[in-house]
């Protein structure tokens, strides 16, 4: 069965990082890219950051180049997003999602997703 099940949200200062996990199942990251999105009160959905299968490629959106990061580690099936510089205007609930294929993008087209963990960063 397939699953995503995102961790390490929690309350962070602004200035500070954190690193968020997806620990995937039922999959291999050999096949499927990963998208980290993230959704605001108030806001739309946003895509924040993709990486795809066999690490083909990557995507950052504007707002988070420079200060996050997204890595794999295929042996763990998980997929990481390093946030380091955190604002407060990056408090969300993060979502990670998984699609099948090489390439990745920031579009809503993903087929599986998490339930999200909440980040807040407090000014």
């Known amino acids: 069965q397939l699953q995503l099940v995102e961790s390490g949200g929690g309350l962070v200062q602004s200035g500070g990082s954190l690193r968020l996990s997806c620990a995937v199942s039922?999959?291999?990251?050999?096949?499927?890219?990963i998208g980290w999105f993230r959704q605001a009160p108030g806001k739309e959905r946003e895509g924040v950051s993709c990486?795809?299968?066999?690490?083909?490629?990557?995507n950052y959106a504007d707002s988070v180049k420079g200060r996050f990061t997204i890595s794999r580690d295929t042996a763990k099936n998980t997929v990481y997003l390093q946030m380091n510089s955190l604002k407060p205007e990056d408090t969300a609930v993060y979502y990670c999602a998984a699609d099948n294929s090489a390439f990745c993008g920031l579009g809503y087209y993903y087929d599986y997703w998490g339930q999200g963990t909440q980040v807040t960063v407090s000014s």
């Open positions: 990486i795809g299968s066999r690490g083909a490629s990557t």
């Open positions: 039922g999959f291999s990251l050999d096949y499927y890219g």
